[in-house]
T-cell receptor, first 113, second 108 residues
Framework: KAGVTQTPRYLIKTRGQQVTLSCSPI?????VSWYQQTPGQGLQFLFE???????NKGNFPGRFSGRQFSNSRSEMNVSTLELGDSALYLC????????????FGPGTRLTVL | GQQVMQIPQYQHVQEGEDFTTYCNSS?????IQWYKQRPGGHPVFLIQ?????EVKKQKRLTFQFGEAKKNSSLHITATQTTDVGTYFC????????FGTGTRLQVFP
């Protein structure tokens, strides 16, 4: 089985712009979760989608949003980028939900200048 | 809060030495997961512990869940350079809350 894929792998944006990241889960996995990883805050849960519905959400501002398509592929969007949004954004898929074993993708490295 | 603390934050060892990382929670855990992230890589699931006092082994790795289900540990016997990376524990609530991680460096 192919693993979780994420595009793009690297992205450079400037403050105020918006960005969309994409994630394709492992075939058969219906739950997709997004995490932000920074040196200072570690690995933090953003949100989880299951069957095109957001099922769970972390403590992030409304600038962070996501969606899931009928084929389980997911996108996350960050609007009005801030310098502090520079991070590795990881997508993970699982069979059931965000407490199940997470299979992570390689991540998207976002740099905000 | 729900924060899961891990100690130590960093550990440098000589190849062949043992290594242990500890995961502590202020509240009882229903279960705990462990992940490893190699430098430049992404977290990879290692194991899940569910029962009080549970001990599981994977080759040189030994995982333990405390009797009170408030702490867990990962012990690596005779480290190798391939063990380099950051080890995270993660607690289950309605989502996975990851620990602060322990970065292991192994010198040959």
């Amino acid at each position: 089985k192919a693993g979780v894929t994420q595009t793009p792998r690297y992205l450079i944006k400037t403050r105020g712009q918006q960005v969309t990241l994409s994630c394709s889960p492992i075939s058969g996995h219906r739950s997709v979760s997004w995490y932000q990883q920074t040196p200072g805050q570690g690995l933090q849960f953003l949100f989880e989608y299951f069957s095109e519905t957001q099922r769970n959400k972390g403590n992030f501002p409304g600038r962070f949003s996501g969606r899931q398509f009928s084929n389980s592929r997911s996108e996350m969007n960050v609007s009005t980028l801030e310098l502090g949004d520079s991070a590795l954004y990881l997508c993970a898929s699982s069979r059931r939900d965000s407490t199940d074993t997470q299979y992570f993708g390689p991540g998207t490295r976002l740099t905000v200048l | 809060g729900q924060q899961v603390m891990q100690i130590p934050q960093y550990q440098h060892v000589q190849e062949g030495e043992d290594f242990t990382t500890y995961c502590n929670s202020s509240t009882t855990l229903s279960n705990i997961q462990w992940y490893k992230q190699r430098p430049g890589g992404h977290p990879v699931f290692l194991i899940q512990l569910v029962k009080s006092g549970e001990v599981k082994k994977q080759k040189r790795l030994t995982f333990q869940f405390g009797e009170a289900k408030k702490n867990s540990s990962l012990h690596i016997t005779a480290t190798q350079t391939t063990d380099v990376g950051t080890y995270f524990c993660a607690r289950n609530t309605d989502k996975l809350i990851f620990g602060t991680g322990t970065r292991l460096q192994v010198f040959p």
